[in-house]
């Protein structure tokens, strides 16, 4: 072992053997990999090995495409077996939502070039003899699923990386990781100390320990999980003999059951519903490879679905049953990247499925250590997602619930209750008080939409109860004025005298003059977007930005990474220090005069105006003319003890202009009825800013900044794709987002989000199509959205539907 490497990687289960062998990939080779057991000595060695390519996000689904095609490559270069059996899949729905989730998954997986296919439940009997086919109403076939055995896998990742010059030392545990003063690290090992300039932590179910020593709380809880091994069963073998192949790998969503052959058997794996968190604090080090006790009675609700579904598991013995723990995130994706504040320290792990995704999570890794970028989007397995507020008993919370809803469809309008309230405003019991149904914004409880007294939300992919409702919402807005809650925007104050060359610099579009705002992209060095905001200028030093709330620490760890120390500016995320209420609609600025003595008409307080202090009411707060809804409207931003005594204000100004509250999802339909895009939807680090429609917010002309290279090639060429926005021939089901979008019969492109608009009373949806599919302009094509397998006629939307010239907004 040498005294110095470039990068240690902590942990050799199957993600840190794959990001060591990605990092050779990438020509770094002074890397090593430190395991205090033998390779695969924490959830690794006992995982049933299964894959398959469909994720709930379309970016880990190619990732965990990605993981699969790699099996043979590693194969092939380490010259150890994985193991690899390809024996196709099938997705059995026994209900309606989940026959219309699979439908979705399906169009899903048609832009994505995936090969699923929906089939009779003759063919899938045809494909699969054991199963009761009067038991279910769907299936989907998948050609790319199957099993590898993991202790090959890994051992194939680490002897690939081996080849190419890394160094693997098993029996060598790792006791601290200690920060240097010359930006590297001191790896304190139980056979000395290595200086390293990157570590990497993918201590799997030790990750949380590891990352405990340089101050981290990773969200993620280990919980166990149970599989068992049938003897033999005549089923499968006459199967085997007759069609001279395995038998499918089969995930059984309403039995939350996978299952995959074993020898001449079957493997059943099930998510409980109640499942058990193992070690919720600390995980031993002396846990070694060794299986937990079984508890199959907490199985015997699964198995007895399972039974009926598949009756010849009433006759197998079972001849083993494993259990064992694993690793979650509480959305149960991955957790990896760079930690803000910790030079060169990153992590990868809470990675629930490191068959299917272990791959992908090495490729992103070894990219963004060595080109600083992930190279594609991360977002949905970002460490950033989750800010300082997911504790660890939020962590068990959610865990837990995500865990017993593993194969439980998750409808687009349903909110999840676990782990909440966590983060309110002062507001909150008021807009509870006015019937407010809440959603979770990552963390933070906001209205999602106001219900009379005994009406809630049904879950469905369908239009639901909401929908009368959330229509008058829109109306009180486009007809007078409505008020509803902004502070789970991010909110940061960039302050100094370097402050406005700084924003310059981060921000594609020009910084605005004093007491005025801008819209602005932030582009990566590629040009490409990862992020949208609003700049105002309150005096020549002091600046208030305002973006995705969910984002916040995504994006104040890019605004740390490009702080200089000497520049002159500091970065502040306001957090909850910062509350917010918005007004919007015709009568806004009669109600906003009758709280203030400040001159508020159309010509002293014009379109993207911003006061940074102005007497609303009894508070002082700082007011922006701007509204996501695309009407006349008001920004207005107070401490939070000021928050209700605004909100007390201007209700009482606005009772007689017939004020009404709005949630988010009336937000949603006005901002869509404008063709603005949102942040995680239309707006990711895929998409190019001329290709998503920010075009006229890029300023190529003032200078330099971040991306303006990629941004002036991306104007050159012409973007390659562009969004749109369709008005769609629904039914009772709107588009929700990655839905194929097919032209004159031909799968193009995809939605990124959709809905109904209230206001001009249609369906719409907007996404990416290549910029080729637009020549024809809006004649002559025949578009179709395809939503819940049945493809819609659509027509492409070029302007918006509500104020089209901005009139309205200016007014
Ligand atoms: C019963 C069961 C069935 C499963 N089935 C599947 C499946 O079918 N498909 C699928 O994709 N996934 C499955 N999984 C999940 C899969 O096992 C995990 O996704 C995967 O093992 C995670 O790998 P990892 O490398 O992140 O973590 P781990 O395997 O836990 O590896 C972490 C490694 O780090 C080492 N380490 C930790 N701290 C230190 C230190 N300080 N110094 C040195 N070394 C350290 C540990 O010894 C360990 O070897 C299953 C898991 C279980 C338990």
Redesign the pocket.
């Known amino acids: 072992m040498k005294s110095h490497y470039r990068v240690i990687v902590?942990?050799?289960?199957?993600?840190?053997?794959s990001v060591l062998y990605h990092l050779t990939k990438k020509g770094w080779t002074d890397v090593a990999l430190?395991?205090?057991?033998e390779?695969?000595?924490?959830?690794?060695?006992?995982?049933?090995?299964?894959?398959h390519t469909v994720n709930g996000d379309p970016n880990v689904a190619k990732l965990q495409q990605y993981s699969i095609n790699l099996y043979k490559e590693i194969e092939a270069i380490s010259g150890q077996s994985v193991g690899l059996h390809m024996t196709e899949g099938l997705m059995l729905a026994a209900t309606k939502p989940r026959w219309e989730w699979l439908k979705n998954v399906h169009s899903k997986g048609r832009y994505m070039g995936m090969q699923l296919e929906l089939v009779s439940l003759d063919e899938a009997a045809r494909l699969l003899p054991i199963m009761d086919k009067t038991q279910f109403v769907g299936a989907m076939y998948d050609p790319i699923q199957g099993?590898v055995d993991?202790n090959g896998t890994t051992h194939a990742f680490a002897g690939s990386a081996r080849k190419a010059g890394a160094e693997v030392f098993t029996h060598?545990?790792?006791?601290d990781t200690k920060p240097r003063a010359d930006g590297g690290w001191d790896v304190v090992?139980d056979k000395g100390t290595i200086v390293a300039e990157h570590v990497v932590n993918?201590?799997?179910?030790?990750?949380r320990?590891?990352g405990r020593w340089v101050g981290l709380e990773l969200p993620i809880l280990a919980m166990e999980?149970?599989?068992l091994i049938t003897e033999d069963m005549p089923e499968v073998i006459d199967f085997n003999a007759k069609a001279g192949m395995m038998m499918l790998h089969v995930v059984d969503f309403d039995g939350e059951i996978?299952m995959r052959q074993e020898r001449n058997g079957m493997l059943l794996?099930t998510y409980e519903r109640h499942g058990v968190p193992w070690s919720p604090k600390e995980t031993p080090w002396e846990f070694g490879p060794t299986l937990l006790p079984d508890a199959l009675d907490r199985m015997a609700d699964n198995l007895e679905v399972g039974f009926r579904h598949f009756p010849a598991f009433q006759r197998a013995g079972i001849r083993k049953i494993?259990?064992?723990?694993?690793?979650f995130a509480p959305d149960g994706n991955p957790i990896v990247g760079p930690i803000a504040g910790q030079k060169n320290y990153w992590v990868?792990?809470g990675?629930?499925?490191?068959?299917?995704?272990?791959g992908g999570v090495g490729l992103a890794l070894s990219n963004w250590m060595a080109d600083g970028d992930p190279g594609f989007d991360v977002w949905a397995m970002d460490v950033a997602r989750y800010g300082d507020w997911a504790t660890r008993s939020y962590t068990r919370a959610k865990v837990v619930e995500n865990y017993g809803r593993r194969f439980r469809v998750r409808f687009p309008n349903e909110e999840l209750p676990a782990g909440r309230p966590l983060r309110t405003t002062p507001m909150y019991q008021r807009w509870l008080d006015k019937g407010a149904v809440m959603g979770d914004s990552w963390g933070l409880e906001a209205p999602l939409w106001f219900a009379p007294p005994g009406v809630k939300d049904e879950f469905s992919f369908h239009r639901s109860t909401d929908f009368p409702h959330v229509k008058a919402e829109c109306a009180a807005v486009r007809d007078a004025v409505g008020i509803s809650d902004t502070s789970s925007f991010a909110k940061y104050e960039i302050a100094g005298p370097g402050a406005e060359a700084w924003l310059s610099r981060v921000f594609a579009n020009r910084t605005p003059r004093t007491g005025r705002m801008t819209l602005s992209p932030m582009l990566n060095e590629r040009g490409k977007l990862i992020g949208d905001f609003t700049v105002a200028k309150a005096s020549d030093e002091r600046f208030f930005v305002f973006g995705t709330g969910a984002a916040e620490k995504y994006h104040m760890r890019w605004f740390r990474q490009h702080l200089q120390a000497d520049g002159g500016v500091t970065v502040t995320a306001l957090g909850l220090g910062l509350v917010g209420l918005m007004i919007a609609g015709p009568r806004a600025r009669d109600v906003l005069a009758r709280l203030t003595d400040d001159d508020v008409s159309a010509k002293a307080f014009r379109f993207l105006d911003f006061r940074p202090q102005m007497e609303i009411g009894l508070v002082n707060a700082a007011v922006g003319r701007i509204s996501f809804t695309g009407d006349l409207g008001y920004e207005i931003w107070v401490k939070p003890e000021h928050h209700v005594a605004l909100f007390d204000a201007i209700w009482a100004a606005g009772e007689e202009f017939g004020i009404r509250p709005f949630g988010s999802r009336a937000l949603m339909s006005l901002s869509r009825e404008k063709g603005f895009g949102t942040w995680t939807r239309e707006f990711r680090p895929i998409y190019g800013p001329f290709e998503a429609g920010l075009g006229r917010f890029v300023d190529l002309a003032k200078g330099d900044f971040i991306g303006r290279a990629a941004a002036v090639a991306e104007k050159q060429a012409g973007p390659a794709r562009q969004r749109v926005g369709f008005v769609v021939d629904a039914d009772d089901a709107d588009a929700i987002g990655d839905e194929a979008v097919w032209k004159d019969g031909k799968v193009v492109g995809w939605i990124t989000s959709g809905g109904y608009c209230h206001h001009a009373g249609c369906s719409y949806a907007s996404g990416y199509v290549p910029s080729e599919t637009l020549a024809g302009g809006t004649d002559g094509a025949k578009w179709e959205i395809e939503i819940l397998g049945e493809r819609r006629t659509a027509r492409l939307q070029i302007d918006p539907l509500f104020d089209p010239t901005g009139a309205k907004a200016r007014a």
């Open positions: 902590i942990g050799g289960g199957v993600v840190g053997a430190l395991e205090r057991l390779l695969t000595a924490g959830s690794t060695w006992h995982a049933a090995g299964g894959m099993h993991p060598t545990r790792v006791l090992t993918c201590g799997g179910l030790w990750a320990e590891v999980h149970q599989y996978y794996g494993v259990n064992g723990p694993f690793t990868a792990c990675v629930m499925a490191g068959f299917s995704q272990g």
